[in-house]
């Protein structure tokens, strides 16, 4: 069971003599879990963790701000860590040793020349089971000028500049541009479903956990049925379910409107298998989506040349014409003494 650190004194008269030793020698927050920053380049920052023997870190507790004009802070970069189904968290991933974070820089020509960093981060004792308050650093670094500063990769951005801010060496395997890594088509099949198509590089893969659509304004995307995907141990997050081939994904649509294109946000992240994750991509798609059938029918409906009176009047004249034609025809001849017959007797009565 772990404890928060400001409740370990008074509860230490609990624990055992043993455990009470140990919980002596626990360390101070800033020799457990040592903090640095330096600049790696002029759009990127690395920040260090040496987390002591017998600790380790949230990776969920991470958390980085900049507190200076015209300066912001993209996505991080994390390294691999460990799956642990914690007693304080329930299921996380951690960090252990020397943990290294890339955090890009989004700079504008208005920055004041440097920046203020402000990080938090949250660690525990494995062997007394004890849980640090959260740890929060403020770093001030100096920014060459703006005009220097190199382009941070974002998740449509150069891999190879990726891999360097990673510290990959050159010699190692090259990694394809996420939109090369994962294609990714959408059309309509009808009027009402689209299709997704995905087609994954070899030594390439998608986490299934990962997909998510959404429909723009004209439509609402119903709740979609995803392929099984392969069951998967990843360094990352876990069990996880995978995607290593080609696949595709039925989107049913309800259409709220006649508006005839509507845009689809795709959203997935994928990994390579020999280490390098990609950040989460998010890509919208504009589409043109054929008429629906209704709408198809009203369109036939409003072509046609309304009906006028003078044309409902000419069809009756014409219809009259003809039952007055149809009167003399020799099958009604034998009628007409008949006929007559019968006037003539009703007359006289």
């Given at each position: ?18 455990t009470a ?16 920053a330096t ?200 069990e996880v ?109």
């Amino acid at each position: 069971m772990k404890l928060m650190l400001p409740l370990l004194l008074p509860l230490s008269l609990l624990l055992t003599p043993a455990t009470a030793q140990q919980a002596d020698e626990l360390l101070e927050s800033e020799q457990a879990f040592a903090f640095s920053a330096t600049l790696a380049s002029p759009a990127a920052i690395e920040a260090v963790w040496t987390i002591a023997p017998g600790y380790y870190m949230y990776r969920d507790k991470f958390d980085f701000t900049a507190n200076s004009g015209g300066v912001a802070i993209g996505e991080p970069v994390y390294p691999h860590g460990k799956s642990k189904q914690d007693e304080f968290f329930g299921a996380v991933e951690t960090f252990e040793g020397i943990v290294r974070i890339t955090v890009p820089l989004e700079r504008t020509a208005n920055d004041v020349g440097q920046v203020v960093l402000g990080v938090a981060g949250q660690g525990c004792n494995e062997p007394v089971g004890v849980c640090y308050p959260p740890l929060n650093h403020t770093v001030t670094l100096a920014l060459p000028p703006v005009s220097a500063a190199a382009a941070i990769p974002a998740a449509t951005g150069s891999v190879s500049e990726l891999q360097k801010l990673l510290g990959i060496a050159s010699g190692e395997p090259e990694f394809l541009h996420p939109d090369e890594a994962f294609r990714l088509a959408i059309s309509p099949q009808d009027a009402t479903t689209l299709v997704a198509r995905f087609q994954v590089a070899p030594g390439y893969y998608l986490y299934r956990e990962k997909l998510d659509f959404a429909a723009g304004a004209g439509a609402i995307l119903s709740p979609l049925t995803l392929p099984p995907g392969q069951p998967k141990h990843d360094e990352y997050f876990g069990e996880v379910l995978i995607y290593p081939e080609d696949f595709n994904i039925h989107l049913p649509l309800m259409r709220v409107d006649n508006t005839g294109q509507i845009t689809i946000i795709a959203r997935y992240q994928g990994c390579a298998e020999q280490g390098l994750c990609y950040p989460p991509v998010e890509k919208p798609f504009t589409l043109s989506l054929p008429a629906l059938v209704a709408d198809a029918q009203a369109a036939a409906t409003a072509g046609s040349p309304p009906t006028t009176s003078v044309a409902l009047i000419a069809y009756l004249v014409a219809a009259f014409g003809t039952g007055l034609l149809l009167s003399f025809t020799p099958c009604v001849l034998p009628l007409i003494p008949i006929l007559a017959s019968s006037i003539v007797g009703q007359a006289g009565a």
